[in-house]
């Protein structure tokens, strides 16, 4: 009889050896609603939002171009020119709710529109979505309030908004350096000149000598005249006027031509910046 309990004692505690890593697995672990899932995670119901909002997308570029002489449309004026059906209009499909906001240009800011779904009911897992005129699809689990911004990526774009002012503010960078060495050697004696120079001696003539805001972005020049311990020199930084929205990488420029950036969540690059090749 001791010999049979002592095998079954002995069973169990091996099931229980066994079976230990087996439940601590399936000890559910709260996450974060700002975790995404994976994009093989979403459901068909999630993709079904997603080509919605691309329809949104496509229906607000075509208005700009053809309608709205550059502004984008509210949904009754995406419905009147015949570009989203009755219920896209409606403000609800798949179980979401849309809400469309229509920003209109300043003298500081172009125009743009964003774009956000919610479930109808709120459940768990269930995503909320964003889009704007930079047509990156963004989304959270946010238990049923909007996404914004600020959410991961779900779906990018090959070519953003945002991707032609960074590269016009990189052309402008190339064009002021290039301006910068002539007046040096010319009207400057040795000096480098201000933007205001570079533009009165037909130097340079557009982008940031001709604005101080240049497709979404911001510029500072600082000119330093030579000391007796150092040569003269220039330093031009160029940040996004809307960090996410109008630009994402901010860039740097001096003497020495070497072109630099990265992103720095709306803040200067500087002189240690990685240099940006090929662009």
């Keep these: 009889m001791f010999t049979k309990h002592l095998v079954a004692v002995s069973a169990m505690m091996l099931i229980l050896a066994f079976s230990a890593p087996l439940f601590s697995q399936k000890i559910p672990v709260r ?4 975790i995404i899932a994976p994009a093989a995670a979403l459901t068909a119901n999630d993709r ?3 080509h919605a909002l691309r329809t949104f997308n496509s229906a607000e570029t075509a208005y700009a171009m053809v309608y709205g002489a550059g502004n984008y449309g509210t949904l009754n004026s995406l419905l009147a020119a015949d570009l989203i059906d009755a219920g896209y209009a409606a403000g609800e499909k798949y179980g979401y709710r849309f809400n469309l906001t229509v920003r209109y240009p300043t003298a500081l800011t172009g125009p743009g529109f964003e774009l956000t779904a ?9 995503l909320s979505f964003y889009i704007n005129e930079n047509c990156e699809i963004r989304g959270a689990d946010h238990l049923g309030r909007e996404a ?13 908004p945002r991707d032609t002012n960074e590269q016009a503010a990189i052309a402008s960078l190339r064009t002021i350096f290039s301006g910068e060495m002539t007046y040096f050697s010319t009207y400057g004696g040795g000096r480098y000149g201000t933007l205001a120079e570079l533009y ?20 500072t020049l600082t000119v330093t005249p030579a000391t007796p311990t150092a040569p003269p020199g220039f330093a031009l930084r160029v940040v996004p006027y809307e960090y996410g929205r109008s630009g994402l990488r901010s860039f740097y420029i001096d003497e020495t031509g070497v072109l630099r950036g990265a992103d720095h969540q709306g803040g200067n690059a500087t002189a240690d910046d990685p240099p940006i090749v090929d662009q």
């Design 31 to 34: 996450e974060s609603a700002r």
């Design 48 to 50: 079904l939002v997603m």
């Design 118 to 126: 919610v479930p109808a009911l709120r459940r768990a897992r269930r």
């Design 148 to 160: 914004t911004i600020d959410d991961p990526v779900l779906e990018p774009c090959a070519v953003t």
């Design 200 to 219: 009165d001696t037909d130097l340079v003539r557009t982008g940031f000598a001709l604005a101080y805001i240049w497709h979404g972005y911001v510029c």
